[in-house]
C-alpha cells in the first residue's frame, strides 16, 4: 500500500462548480498535513496546511480525519485558474529527521 | 529575493556523462532538499540537508551524491548517468522559522540518452 495515495483523476469540472479531493495515508503516525499546487511543468507551491480542526481559506475548506487517515480538500465557486495538479503531503517527524512524503497528485482542470 | 534557484533549467546527457545540479537559496534555510518527479510516482526524495556540512540520504539515494559545504547550496551530482535518471529535478529548502513550509525552485529537465 502507498504511503500517500490520491485518485489521479482528471477531474473535469465547469466553472463555479464545487469539487473535493480525498487524500489517505498510511502511517498513524503522521503528525503535519499539507495540500501543495502545481501548476503545469512548473514547481509544486504550499496550498495550505491541513489542521486538526479543519480550516479554510477563501474558497479552500482543508479537513483531517485522523480516525480513517484520510484528508479533503474543497473548492468552492471553482474558477479557470484553479486548474492545476494538487498534491496531498504528509509529514512525519522521527528521531530529529522530518519525512515529508508526497501523494502522486489529482489533476483538476476547470471548464468554461 | 530570489528564493530558491536551481541551474541548468534543462539538460541531455549521454549515458555514463557525470554532471552536477546546482541549487542555491536566499533565505537563510536550514534545511535543503533534492527530489525526483516522474510521471505516476510523485515526488521522491534523493537526498536531503539539515545544515552546512551535512547530508543525508532520502528514499532514493542511489546513484547521486550530494554535498552541503556553504549553508545557502546543495549540489546534487551524478557521477555516471543512466537513462533512468531522466527526470525532473527539484530542490527545496525550508526553515522551523517559515513554519517548515518547503519552497521549491523551478526544477531541472534531465534527459539520458
Known amino acids: 500500500r502507498k504511503e500517500v495515495e490520491q485518485d489521479p483523476g482528471p477531474f473535469n469540472v465547469p466553472e463555479g462548480a464545487t469539487v473535493a479531493f480525498n487524500c489517505t495515508y498510511s502511517?498513524?503516525?503522521?503528525?503535519?498535513f499539507f495540500w501543495y499546487r502545481q501548476d503545469c511543468r512548473k514547481e509544486p507551491k504550499l496550498l495550505m496546511s491541513v489542521y486538526s480542526s479543519g480550516n479554510e481559506d477563501g474558497r479552500f475548506t482543508a479537513q483531517l480525519n485522523r480516525a480513517s487517515q484520510y484528508i479533503s480538500l474543497l473548492i468552492r465557486d471553482s474558477k479557470l485558474s484553479d486548474s492545476a495538479t494538487y498534491l496531498c503531503v504528509v509529514n512525519v517527524w522521527n528521531f530529529g529527521n522530518e519525512k515529508l512524503t508526497f501523494g502522486t497528485g489529482t489533476r483538476l482542470t476547470i471548464i468554461p | 529575493n530570489a528564493g530558491v534557484t536551481q541551474t541548468p533549467k534543462f539538460r541531455v546527457l549521454k549515458t555514463g556523462q557525470s554532471m552536477t545540479l546546482l541549487c542555491a537559496q536566499d533565505m537563510n534555510h536550514e534545511y535543503m532538499y533534492w527530489y525526483r518527479q516522474d510521471p505516476g510516482m510523485g515526488l521522491r526524495l534523493i537526498h536531503y540537508?539539515?545544515?552546512?556540512?551535512?547530508?543525508a540520504k532520502g528514499e532514493v539515494p542511489d546513484g547521486y551524491n550530494v554535498s552541503r559545504l556553504k549553508k545557502q547550496n546543495f549540489l546534487l551530482g551524478l557521477e555516471s548517468a543512466a537513462p533512468s535518471q531522466t527526470s525532473v529535478y527539484f530542490c527545496a529548502s525550508s526553515s522551523w522559522r517559515d513554519g517548515n513550509e518547503q519552497f521549491f525552485g523551478p526544477g531541472t529537465r534531465l534527459t539520458v540518452l
Open positions: 502511517n498513524s503516525a503522521s503528525q503535519s
Open positions: 540537508s539539515v545544515g552546512e556540512g551535512t547530508t
